[in-house]
């Protein structure tokens, strides 16, 4: 069974400039979640969707960020524009259901460099 | 809001050795679970061992444990017989109603 597959694995870009993950979740699993772990710390929800919808996007900076689910399958995030705060690793899980107890499946994640 | 504290920044252990990561935790809510992650170089996350707060019982999975106290909203893993690949950043997690809330992580060496 494949796993969480995010891409690219490292993106560095200027201040200002826009960027976008992708995310492509485990099979049949209705649950993705969007993290950022900041260097030295643990990871911290930016979106939850369960199938398309987003379910909770409260952490999510809206003026900068967005975030799509298409048909409850992959997911993009992006960033516009970006900012050297920014840097960090943006990770992707997904679980099979919608119950807060379930086992998280994460990707290996994007790191980006904001210069 | 839910906090989540893992007071060790670093660790290190002997192979084969025993030793306990440490996490405490504060919330009003009275049902949540608990996780423990393990996040190796390549960077993803891999579930360890998961914790209802209804079950009294502590969770083992192999050579992993963990040690839940509820009243004193404590929840440490013990690793026996450490291996070398147990090296790696360990974080503990809380989740309720759809909110998850990680610790900042624990950094285990396992030294040959």
């Known amino acids: 069974e494949a796993g969480v597959v995010q891409s690219p694995r490292y993106k560095i870009i200027e201040k200002k400039q826009p960027v976008a993950f992708w995310c492509n979740p485990i099979s049949g699993h209705n649950t993705l979640y969007w993290y950022r772990q900041n260097l030295g710390q643990g990871p911290e929800l930016l979106i939850r969707y369960e199938n398309e919808e987003a379910v909770d996007d409260s952490q999510l900076p809206k003026d900068r960020f967005s975030a799509e689910r298409l048909k409850g399958v992959d997911s993009t995030l992006k960033i516009q524009p970006a900012e050297l705060g920014d840097s960090a690793v943006y990770l992707c899980?997904?679980?099979?259901?919608?119950?807060?107890?379930?086992?998280?499946?994460f990707g290996s994640g994007t790191q980006l460099s904001v210069l | 809001a839910q906090t989540v504290t893992q007071s060790q920044p670093e660790m290190s252990v002997q192979e084969a050795e025993t030793v306990t990561l440490s996490c405490t935790y504060d919330?009003?809510?009275?049902?949540?679970?608990l996780f423990w992650y393990k996040q190796p170089p390549s960077r993803q996350m891999i579930l360890v061992i998961r914790q209802e707060a209804y079950k009294q019982q502590n969770a083992t999975e192999n050579r992993f444990s963990v040690n839940f106290q509820k009243a004193a909203k404590s929840f440490s893993l013990k690793i026996s017989d450490s291996q070398l690949g147990d090296t790696a950043m360990y974080f503990c997690a809380f989740f309720n109603a759809g909110k998850s809330t990680f610790g900042d992580g624990t950094t285990l060496t396992v030294k040959p």
């Open positions: 919330t009003s809510e009275n049902n949540y679970y």
């Open positions: 899980a997904s679980s099979p259901g919608t119950e807060y107890n379930e086992k998280l499946f």
